[in-house]
């Protein structure tokens, strides 16, 4: 006996997984969570008996409701599965996927278009963090294909624009959790190197590759094998945790690590390679890209004499990541340069398909 439940399977930026009406999944958390591990296919490095990808980035879930407070259209919870273990955790959030909770709030009728474009306000949950995304709805329909590229997918989309309102303190406890635009930190083993810590998003922790011993240019496949560094890596990860207010993080997907170089192309600001916490980035996280380009206008913070930004109130940060780049556009307060006032970019979408997805009736009978 297995349990049907509605989804839509569906891209999201540079990631992809399962959307599902909150009202279709258990009421109550951890038996949603065992529901959500069997749907992935977790704990299984394959994630063969599930819908997972067998990588971080394909191992998403959505979860869309609507907003019960004034001004909030949407509400989006974001689930990260980790393939190999049976831990589901809503704490972070993943700006990727929330490009997809428009488009599945229109497909599923939650919400109407409003003319050749929709903009709906969502609240991510996960951190209370608001964002108005913009779709295109031409002749009611959302709309799939057109001439947008974003690295990290092929071929081109509709352009989907995401505002972020407030992102300052994700999940720390402000932008910079430490106090410092910049601590030196003392790590067993390591000795001493000097990192930002910062969430405008995404928490992480940025520090130069040089003084870790790499170039910042490594494939993701040579971050991957490079057994030393991610020990070191994690190392310093449950070191700055604790800085950050954040506890244990020794079973928590965050704070992300990144390493940052000089730009390589022409008009880009930097260079990073992101470990989600343990796994290079095919890409980068939106989210974790505005923390990035955050970091590149605090005057002190490890990417200066790195970092390639333009002046003005407003600005683009082009932040290369190894199979591309991704662009945020910052505006910071005139009266206070350090201060962001609004980050905004651009991802795709796509709906790859819509059914059910089947859970073992073991796991979940179906009654709520």
Known sequence: MQTPIPTLFMRGGTSRGPFFKAADL????????????????SPDRRQIDGLGGANPLTSKVGI??????????????????????????TTPNCGNMLAAVVPFALETGMVQPQGETSTFRVLTLNTGMACDVTVQTPGGRVRYDGDARIDGVPGTSAP???????????????????????????????????????DNGMPLVMLRAADVGRSGYETVAEMNADTELKTR??????????????????????PKMTLIAPPRAPGASLTTRSFIPHVCHDAIGVLAAVTVATACVLEGAVTAGIASV?????????????????SVELETDAANPQNVTRAALLRTARLIMRGEVMVPAAVWDGNK
């Open 160 to 198: 989907i624009t995401i505002n972020f309102l407030d992102t300052a303190g994700s999940v720390c406890s402000g932008l910079l959790p430490t106090g410092q635009v910049r601590d030196t930190v003392s790590v067993d083993g390591i000795g001493q190197i000097d990192v930002t810590c910062i």
């Open 233 to 254: 890596l994690e190392a310093l990860r449950l070191v700055c945790g604790q800085l950050m207010g954040l506890g244990d993080v020794s079973t928590k997907t965050y």
């Open 64 to 89: 869309v409701d609507l907003g019960s407070q004034p001004g909030i259209d949407l509400t989006f919870l974001f689930a990260q599965v980790t393939p190999d273990k049976d831990t589901v955790d």
């Open 26 to 41: 258990p009421a109550d958390e951890a038996l949603r969570n065992r529901v959500l591990l069997a749907v992935m296919g």
């Open 310 to 326: 333009a002046g003005g109130q407003r600005k683009v940060v082009s932040v290369e990541h190894p199979t591309g780049e991704f």
